[in-house]
């Protein structure tokens, strides 16, 4: 069971927009900032925002994130087909949890 | 270019010792920590240490304290992590990664290695 809860799946048609959530705790998402990764099959993860907000060069703006309190959130307006994927948030821990969490990651099907 | 390239597959009997290696290259390697991250047949990704090659500390999750050894080697730009006594739990695929500061985001990942315990 992981630190940080994800749904276990989303979905989405092209050109929708949908929402991730990640849901930890004090010593997490409630003192840490958050990171989402995206991880293809077969590839390495990518970095898609880090410090909760940030987005890193190349990600395109679809991809934002949110943090408030223990909760984030990571949303994709104009939903692609190439975005089906596995996601992944991950904070810093300070508890005995840590000290990197990751969520369980939540597969998102463009249908 | 910034890359992490890991070493290749590794097949393994129970009991042994496995060490992976992630060469890094496009960067100065001792300005950025590197991590290690398991992810095991269906599951989800697992975060297992880092090293700071600036001074080679390390840091280990609780479950991979004991077992796994994270190393750095700053004249070959070169960081390690060696998995003892696999069991049926270990085979996975496992990245390394880099970040700018020791909670930093993972920016750049390894392609993967694939380790296969059996006897």
């Known amino acids: 069971q992981s630190v940080l809860t994800q749904p276990p799946s989303a979905s989405g048609t092209p050109g929708q927009r949908v929402t991730i959530s990640c849901s930890g705790s004090d010593s997490n998402l409630g003192s840490n900032p958050v990171n989402w990764y995206q991880h293809l099959p077969g590839t390495a993860p990518k970095l898609l925002i880090y410090r909760s907000t940030q987005r890193p060069s190349g990600v395109p703006d679809r991809f934002s994130g949110s943090k408030s309190g223990t909760s984030a959130s990571l949303a994709i307006s104009g939903l692609q087909s190439e975005d089906e994927a596995d996601y992944y948030c991950?904070?810093?821990?300070?508890?005995?949890?840590?000290?990197?969490?990751f969520g369980g990651g939540t597969k998102l099907t463009v249908l | 270019e910034v890359q992490l390239v890991q070493s290749g597959a590794e097949v393994k009997k129970p009991g042994a010792t496995v060490k992976i290696s992630c060469k890094v290259s496009g960067y100065t390697f001792t300005d950025y920590f590197i991590h290690w991250v398991q992810q095991a047949p269906g599951k989800g990704l697992e975060w297992m240490g880092l090293?700071?090659?600036?001074?080679?500390?390390?840091l280990y999750a609780g479950k991979f304290q004991g077992r796994v050894t994270i190393s750095a080697d700053t004249s070959i730009d070169t960081a390690y992590m060696e998995v003892s006594s696999l069991r049926s739990q270990d085979p996975a695929v496992y990245y390394c990664?880099?970040?700018?500061?020791?909670?930093?985001?993972?920016?750049?990942w390894g392609q993967g290695t694939v380790v296969t315990v059996s006897s």
């Open positions: 090293v700071d090659p600036g001074d080679g500390e390390t």
């Open positions: 990664a880099r970040s700018e500061g020791r909670e930093g985001a993972f920016d750049v």
């Open positions: 991950a904070s810093w821990d300070d508890s005995l949890n840590g000290p990197v969490v």
